[in-house]
C-alpha cells in the first residue's frame, strides 16, 4: 500500500473530473435546448449551422425585400388606373368632338379639357414615388443610349437582353404639307377688299378673312388657325427646296421667310405620319389667288397626306441582324419604329424626321404624299443596358434579384401629348391616337400585373424554403430532451458514485496507522 500517491484517490478525482464535465454539457444542453452549444461540441456541426443560420436570415430579409417590391408595383398600379381613367375621359371627348354639330366654341371647350388631362398625366408621371423614387417618368426604365441626337426609346420589353440593335431608317418621316401653287400676290400694303373676302379652312377648321385685312393679318389668323388644329403656316421663296438636316423638321426642312409677298404659302401638320392630313379649301376664288392657294377654291380642294418613316434591319458584316432575331418583324407609325419578334417582345423607337436627312419635293406629290428627291440611309444603334431598373433582392445570395423595369408613362410616350380635336378631322385621328395610348398602358399593367405573380411565387418560395431550412437547423442543433434526460441522470448518478468512492479512496490511507501500531 502507497500512501505517498494514493493511486487510488488520483483514479477516482479522474472519474469524478470526466462525469463533471459530461455533466456540465448535458445541463448545458437541457437549459438551451440546443445540443450544440459551442464549435466544441461538434466543430462541424457548429460551422454548418451558423452557415445555415446567417441564410435563414437572408431568406427572412428577402421576403421583407419582396414585400417593399410588391408595394412599389400597388402605387405604381394605383398611378395607372387613374391614367388609364383620363384616357377613357380623353376617348369620350374626342368621339364628341367628331360629332358635326359641335361648333368650333364647343370644340374649344373639348380641347382645353384635352390639354388639362394631358398635364394632369405627366404630372402624376413625376410626382409617383416610392422612397422618393419616380415610378412611372421613365427612371425605373432601362437606360438606352443611341448613336443619334434625339432618337428616344419608348419601349423595350424586360426580356430584351442588354446589348446593341441596329435599325437602318431608309427614309425620313413627313408630315402633311400642302405648298402654294402659285405666289402670294398681294402686297403688304394691300387690304381685301368686300369683294375678296372669304372663308379659308384648314382640315374643316374655318378662318373668316373679312373686308379690311391686310396680308400681316391674313397671315396671322392663318398662323394662329393652324396652331389651333395641330398645324403651322408659314412662307417660303417660290422655288425653294428642303433640307431637314440643316432646317430640322419643326418646319419640314424649309426656311420660313419674314415676309409674305411674293413667296409660296406653305401649310402643315406639326407631327409626322401617314394618319396626318392637311386639306385647304377656299370660299372665294379671287382671295385663292391672290394667296396663291387657287386649286384651293376647287371642289377637290388642296390636299395632302404625311408619310410614316422607312426603315430595316441593320446587318453586319456576316450578313446577320445586329441584336434582333431572325423572327423579328419591323412595322412602322409616324416616326415610331417597332420591332417585335414570335415571343411578343416589344422594341419602340421615335426618331426624328431628320435622321437620315431625306429631301422631299411637296409640289410633285405621288398619291398626294410627299416625293423624295434625294434619299440617304441612318444606321440607328440602340444600346440597351440594364442600367436604372430597380433591383429586388429576393435571396440570401449573391444576384438572386428581380429587375423591375417599368416604361415611361407619359403624354408623350402615349402619344397624346399633341391631341387635337378642333376639326371632326383632327377629333377622329385623336380617337385612333387614344386607342394605341389605351394598348400601351395595357402592356404597362399587363407588365405590372407579372411582375406583382412573379413576386407572390417568389414569396411562397422563401416561405417554404426558411421553413425547409429552419427544420434543418432544428434537426442539427436541438436536443432531444428525453435522449438528454436519460444521459443527465445517469451522469448524475456516475458523478455521485465517483465522489462517493473518492471519499473512500481518500480514507484508505488511515488504515496503515493499524499495522504501524
Known amino acids: 500500500m502507497r500512501i505517498a500517491t494514493n493511486v487510488s484517490a488520483i483514479v477516482s478525482n479522474n472519474a469524478l473530473q470526466k462525469s463533471q464535465d459530461r455533466l456540465t454539457k448535458s445541463i448545458a444542453r437541457l437549459s438551451s435546448g440546443y445540443k450544440i452549444n459551442s464549435s466544441s461540441d461538434d466543430a462541424a456541426g457548429y460551422a454548418i449551422s451558423e452557415k445555415m443560420r446567417l441564410q435563414l436570415r437572408g431568406l427572412n430579409q428577402a421576403d421583407n425585400n419582396a414585400a417593399d417590391g410588391v408595394s412599389v408595383l400597388h402605387t405604381a398600379e394605383g398611378a395607372m388606373e387613374e391614367i388609364q381613367s383620363m384616357l377613357a375621359r380623353m376617348k369620350e371627348l374626342s368621339v364628341q368632338a ?44 432601362r437606360r438606352v443610349y443611341s448613336n443619334y441626337e434625339g432618337v428616344n426609346q419608348i419601349e423595350v420589353s424586360d426580356n430584351f437582353v442588354a446589348g446593341n440593335y441596329g435599325i437602318t431608317i ?17 402686297s403688304d400694303t394691300a387690304t381685301v377688299t368686300k369683294e375678296q373676302a372669304g372663308t379659308i379652312s384648314m382640315n374643316g377648321y374655318g378662318i373668316e378673312i373679312s373686308e379690311g ?17 395641330g398645324g403651322r403656316v408659314f412662307a417660303i421663296t417660290a422655288g425653294a427646296t428642303n433640307d431637314t438636316k440643316v432646317n430640322g423638321t419643326d418646319y419640314a426642312g424649309y426656311e420660313p421667310q419674314t415676309s409674305y409677298a411674293g413667296n409660296n404659302i406653305v401649310f402643315m401638320t406639326k407631327e409626322s405620319g401617314s ?65 417585335k419578334d414570335v415571343n411578343n417582345r416589344t422594341f419602340v423607337t421615335d426618331v426624328p424626321s431628320n435622321v437620315a436627312g431625306t429631301q422631299f419635293s411637296d409640289t410633285a406629290k405621288a398619291d398626294d404624299k410627299s416625293t423624295a428627291t434625294s434619299t440617304q440611309t441612318a444606321k440607328v444603334t440602340q444600346e440597351v443596358t440594364d442600367v436604372g431598373t430597380m433591383s429586388v433582392h429576393v435571396g440570401a445570395n449573391e444576384n438572386q434579384v428581380i429587375l ?10 402615349l402619344g397624346t401629348e399633341n391631341l387635337n380635336v378642333m376639326t371632326s378631322v383632327t377629333a377622329s385621328e385623336a380617337i385612333d391616337t387614344i386607342d394605341t395610348a389605351v394598348a400601351y398602358a395595357n402592356r404597362v399593367r399587363s407588365q405590372m400585373g407579372a411582375y406583382e405573380n412573379r413576386f407572390e411565387h417568389t414569396t411562397n418560395n422563401l416561405g417554404t424554403a426558411s421553413e425547409n431550412l429552419t427544420s434543418a437547423i432544428s434537426t442539427m442543433t436541438d436536443t432531444d430532451m428525453a435522449e438528454e434526460m436519460t444521459e443527465y441522470t445517469s451522469l448524475n448518478v456516475m458523478t455521485q458514485a465517483a465522489t462517493s468512492i473518492l471519499a473512500q479512496a481518500n480514507e484508505r490511507p488511515s488504515t496503515v496507522l493499524q499495522i504501524l501500531q
Open 98 to 141: 367628331a360629332n358635326g354639330t359641335n361648333s368650333d366654341h364647343e370644340r374649344s371647350a373639348i380641347q382645353s379639357e384635352i390639354d388639362s388631362l394631358n398635364s394632369e398625366i405627366d404630372r402624376i408621371s413625376s410626382n409617383t414615388e416610392f422612397n422618393s423614387q419616380t415610378l412611372i417618368s421613365g427612371n425605373l426604365s
Open 404 to 413: 423591375i423595369d417599368i416604361p415611361a408613362v407619359t403624354s408623350y410616350t
Open 275 to 339: 394618319s396626318k392630313t392637311m386639306n385647304i379649301t377656299c370660299s372665294n376664288a379671287e382671295l385663292a389667288n391672290m394667296l396663291g392657294i387657287a386649286t384651293a377654291a376647287t371642289n377637290s380642294g388642296m390636299y395632302a397626306e404625311g408619310s410614316d418613316v422607312q426603315a430595316e434591319f441593320t446587318l453586319d458584316n456576316d450578313g446577320k441582324r445586329v441584336g434582333f432575331a431572325d423572327s423579328a418583324v419591323i412595322s412602322t407609325s409616324g416616326t415610331r419604329v417597332t420591332v
Open 170 to 186: 431608309t427614309q425620313d418621316a413627313r408630315q402633311a404639307i400642302v405648298v402654294g401653287n402659285g405666289a402670294v400676290t398681294m
Open 213 to 229: 385685312d391686310t396680308l400681316a393679318g391674313i397671315m396671322g389668323k392663318l398662323v394662329d388657325g393652324a396652331d389651333k388644329i
